[in-house]
């Protein structure tokens, strides 16, 4: 009895093992997902602490400069993770510091590309 029990603790411990390889990719984008509201967030206040922002959007009316903010930012949360690693991003997962500095990073490396894909 002792031995089957054991048995079945070995094939599950494989299984779950196994699992765990093919989910990495899972992982990757489940975190890409819950990053990307934070990401919009950090964009937007990035974009409007900009000194050129805030000179372009004084010649803008409200709703081309939220217009404009929403396609930048909706770009940058899709393509500011594209460059991570997973192992980064595992770490950003639990450590809040991480977290930070991996967002902040991503949202500066990203945003000038889409605010230029915006505006052309």
């Not at 990495?24 to 509201?37: E, F, G, R």
């Not at 967030?41 to 000179?55: G, H, R, T």
């Amino acid at each position: 009895m002792v031995k089957k029990s054991l048995c079945w603790i070995l094939v599950a411990g494989l299984v779950i093992g196994s699992m765990s390889v093919f989910a990495i990719n899972q992982d990757y984008s489940l975190t890409q997902k819950m990053l990307k509201p934070v990401l919009e967030q950090s964009c937007k206040s990035e974009l409007n602490d900009s000194k050129i922002w805030q000179s372009a959007a004084f010649f803008m009316s409200a709703e081309r400069q939220t217009g404009l903010q929403k396609q930048i930012c909706a770009c940058v949360s899709d393509h500011a993770l594209n460059n991570i690693s997973a192992k980064d991003l595992a770490l950003a997962s639990v450590s809040e510091s991480a977290k930070n500095s991996l967002i902040k990073q991503a949202v500066l490396n990203s945003v000038k590309g889409c605010a230029q894909e915006a505006l052309n």
